[in-house]
């Protein structure tokens, strides 16, 4: 649980709605503890919270209190069950028996238990038609449980909305989630459709450093000349190093900033030798570091990576219908699906399947993206039920990410 306190400026009307709301919270709390304490003096009853709610059911029937009905019922009955707490407390030893609220000792606030959420910067909650406007100075994750709203003794309003955040699922702050498929050709291949290259310098500097390496060959063992040629070599090979580690910096930057959820092929190390996409050594160290550093700083912004087998054929799958292309070969960089005619580009179209089994087969990443509208490219989960694709694997939950 996490709160946010935010200041209310309600309107001239609004403001005397929730000056109603904190007298009749301090009504109902003295009423009912009223008749809490004689019930127990003439007849030795203990009145609970249920026999509390009824008897506020009849008295907002009675002509006398009709005016309990222009408050919101669940923050009387907010009002009724904290009443019980204390009651509870006090037979328990935990607490003094409970105090009547005067004007003087009683903080001027209630409490709504529900219906309570923030649109178009004001606060909607029953009863207030419109909403509250208030200024939100930060942004808000999780889902509101709550609301507690007061009024402070120099007549400032404040709500202060207290959220359940559950740490299984990535927090949002942009409500993305993206796939990737890691090649040779492009560097990334993402499911939205962006491209990120392999560094393009690097083959100008590797024509340098072959050129340095040849002419180091050339040079007689233990001279001065060799041992000026093997430092120039030393720098490019330090320079290569040094811009391929800036390029992955600035890529998964990039894509942390962008996205909350991204899904990808986990790379370990030991299947890596067997994977004909990762057969460049240098790819190899490449696509090791991006995973890395997409974990962490994902991690560090609150989203996370949802890795997935690396054996699920998400090059062969037709990411609009779910039928499997046995017959795509590695030199295919176009195929089109023979099941619904769909075209696709090879990398792309595994990415996309790349995001999806991450989505389907991770539940609590995937509430938390469909509440973001992601498209399900057009399959049901009874279209691959018929095509046995769903019961394949194991889902991958998130704590092994
Ligand atoms: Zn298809």
Same mark, same amino acid.
């Given at each position: 649980?996490?709160?946010?306190?935010?200041?209310?400026?309600?309107?001239?009307?609004?403001?005397?709605?929730?000056? #109603?709301?904190?007298?009749?919270?301090?009504?109902?709390?003295?009423?009912?503890?009223?008749?809490?304490?004689?019930?127990?003096?003439?007849?030795?009853?203990? +009145?609970?919270?249920?026999?509390?709610?009824?008897?506020?059911?009849?008295?907002?029937?009675?002509?006398?209190?009709?005016?309990?009905?222009?408050?919101?019922?669940?923050?009387?009955? &907010?009002? @009724?069950?904290?009443?019980?707490?204390?009651?509870?407390?006090?037979?328990?030893? +935990?607490?003094?028996?409970?105090?009547?609220?005067? #004007?003087?000792?009683?903080?001027?606030?209630?409490?709504?238990?529900?219906?309570?959420?923030?649109?178009?910067?004001?606060?909607?909650?029953?009863?207030?038609?419109?909403? /509250?406007?208030?200024?939100?100075?930060?942004?808000?994750?999780?889902?509101?449980?709550?609301?507690?709203?007061?009024?402070?003794?120099?007549? $400032?309003?404040?709500?202060?909305?207290?959220?359940?955040?559950?740490?299984?699922?990535?927090?949002?702050?942009?409500?993305?989630?993206?796939?990737?498929?890691?090649?040779?050709?492009?560097? /990334? /291949? *993402?499911?939205?459709?962006?491209?990120?290259?392999?560094?393009?310098?690097? #083959?100008?500097?590797?024509?340098?450093?072959?050129?340095?390496?040849?002419?180091?060959?050339?040079?007689?063992?233990?001279?001065?000349?060799?041992?000026? &040629?093997?430092?120039?070599?030393?720098?490019?090979?330090?320079?290569?190093?040094?811009?391929?580690?800036?390029?992955?910096? $600035?890529?998964?930057?990039?894509?942390?900033?962008?996205?909350?959820?991204?899904?990808?092929?986990?790379?370990?190390?030991?299947?890596?030798?067997?994977?004909?996409?990762?057969?460049?050594?240098?790819?190899?160290?490449?696509?090791?570091?991006?995973?890395?550093?997409?974990?962490?700083? @994902?991690?560090?912004?609150?989203?996370?990576?949802? #890795?997935?087998?690396?054996?699920?054929?998400?090059?062969?799958? *037709?990411?609009?219908?779910?039928?499997?292309? $046995?017959?795509?070969?590695?030199?295919?960089?176009?195929?089109?699906?023979?099941? *619904?005619?769909?075209?696709?580009?090879?990398?792309?179209?595994?990415? $996309?399947? /790349?995001?999806?089994?991450?989505?389907?087969?991770?539940? &609590?990443?995937?509430?938390?993206?469909?509440?973001?509208?992601?498209?399900?490219?057009?399959?049901?989960?009874?279209?691959?039920?018929?095509?046995?694709?769903?019961?394949?694997? &194991?889902?991958?939950?998130?704590?092994?990410?």
């Amino acid at each position: 649980m996490y709160s946010y306190k935010f200041r209310m400026y309600p309107t001239k009307e609004q403001e005397v709605l929730l000056s #109603k709301h904190f007298g009749s919270v301090r009504f109902v709390y003295n009423h009912f503890l009223n008749q809490r304490k004689e019930a127990y003096q003439t007849n030795e009853e203990t +009145l609970n919270y249920f026999a509390n709610a009824k008897e506020l059911t009849n008295l907002k029937q009675e002509e006398e209190f009709v005016w309990l009905k222009e408050i919101n019922s669940q923050t009387l009955q &907010a009002t @009724l069950k904290n009443l019980d707490s204390a009651y509870n407390s006090f037979f328990k030893g +935990l607490a003094r028996f409970p105090n009547f609220k005067s #004007k003087k000792n009683f903080k001027q606030s209630f409490r709504v238990p529900q219906s309570v959420f923030v649109e178009n910067g004001k606060l909607q909650i029953p009863k207030f038609k419109g909403g /509250i406007k208030i200024k939100l100075h930060r942004e808000m994750q999780g889902n509101i449980k709550f609301a507690t709203i007061s009024k402070n003794s120099t007549g $400032q309003y404040f709500v202060s909305l207290t959220v359940e955040r559950e740490n299984n699922i990535p927090q949002t702050t942009n409500n993305k989630a993206v796939g990737i498929d890691l090649g040779i050709k492009d560097l /990334i /291949i *993402c499911s939205d459709g962006k491209k990120y290259h392999n560094l393009k310098s690097k #083959k100008t500097l590797e024509k340098r450093l072959k050129l340095l390496q040849k002419r180091l060959s050339k040079k007689v063992k233990g001279s001065s000349n060799r041992i000026k &040629a093997k430092t120039k070599l030393a720098k490019i090979h330090n320079k290569i190093a040094n811009q391929r580690a800036n390029h992955i910096h $600035q890529i998964t930057n990039k894509l942390t900033h962008d996205n909350q959820v991204i899904a990808m092929e986990d790379l370990n190390v030991k299947g890596m030798v067997r994977n004909h996409k990762l057969a460049n050594s240098l790819s190899d160290v490449a696509f090791g570091e991006i995973q890395r550093q997409l974990e962490y700083k @994902l991690s560090w912004r609150g989203g996370a990576v949802i #890795k997935i087998n690396r054996f699920y054929p998400s090059s062969k799958t *037709c990411s609009n219908c779910g039928w499997i292309n $046995q017959n795509l070969k590695l030199s295919d960089r176009e195929w089109t699906c023979q099941s *619904c005619g769909c075209n696709h580009d090879r990398d792309l179209n595994a990415s $996309q399947n /790349i995001l999806w089994y991450a989505l389907k087969t991770n539940t &609590a990443g995937m509430a938390e993206i469909q509440a973001c509208g992601l498209p399900n490219y057009g399959r049901t989960e009874q279209s691959l039920r018929s095509s046995g694709r769903l019961k394949q694997e &194991a889902p991958m939950p998130l704590g092994s990410v």
